[in-house]
């Protein structure tokens, strides 16, 4: 089993920066893939970003790209989402997950964090 809680959300303006972390526990995260998923009010839980076990490789929906960075420092079993450029509609429940596998399904996850309230104002 894994635990994962996540930290950093907060009230930020349009166009600032947010970084979130999430502290895993349990299990070391090494043989994990990572990802931060994402939940607008009213709307289904997203996927925003992902990163292999060793941080070679990473993937991120498109809406995000050039804006967010997603990074891992396994040694201290963290992982990191660098958010910048922040629009409104990134305003969402952000989640940290792991599984075995790199997903861009939420159904697909094995282990979730309790989520981390960002919200952008305009």
């Known amino acids: 089993q894994v635990q994962l809680v996540e930290s950093g959300g907060g009230l930020v303006q349009a166009g600032g920066s947010l970084r979130l972390s999430c502290a895993a526990s349990?299990?070391?995260?090494?043989?994990?893939?990572m990802h931060w998923f994402r939940q607008p009010p009213g709307k289904e839980r997203e996927f925003v970003a992902a990163?292999?076990?060793?941080?070679?490789?990473?993937r991120y929906e498109d809406s995000v790209k050039g804006r967010f960075t997603i990074s891992r420092d396994n040694a201290a079993n963290m992982v990191y989402l660098q958010m910048s450029s922040l629009k409104p509609e990134d305003t969402a429940v952000y989640y940290c997950a792991a599984d075995r596998l790199l997903q861009t399904l939420a159904k697909r996850i094995n282990y979730w964090g309790q989520g981390t309230q960002v919200t952008v104002s305009s």
């Open positions: 349990g299990r070391t995260i090494s043989t994990y893939n």
């Open positions: 990163i292999n076990e060793y941080g070679g490789a990473t």
